[in-house]
């Protein structure tokens, strides 16, 4: 089979093989960086509820 890759809007022959191995090495890598994001969304979500916590402990004993 012929496959082709577009490169700089230019389309090449290229190897089958080649072309799936670079194409699963580039989703591996990108669903490591969705992992990442994922867990940095976590933290932050709570570091979010943690503070809006606090920030409600503070009012609600300032209104005592």
Partial sequence: DEVYRVLS??????????????????KKMLEMKIQSL??????????????????TSVINASKK
């Avoid at 022959?13 to 699963?24: A, F, H, Q, R, W």
């Avoid at 940095?40 to 570091?47: A, F, G, Q, S």
């Fill in 38 to 55: 994922e867990k940095h969304e976590n933290m932050i979500e709570n570091n979010l509820k943690k503070l809006r916590d606090d920030v």
């Fill in 9 to 26: 809007g230019i389309m090449m022959k290229s190897d089958k093989k080649v072309l799936i191995n670079e194409l699963n090495e580039k």
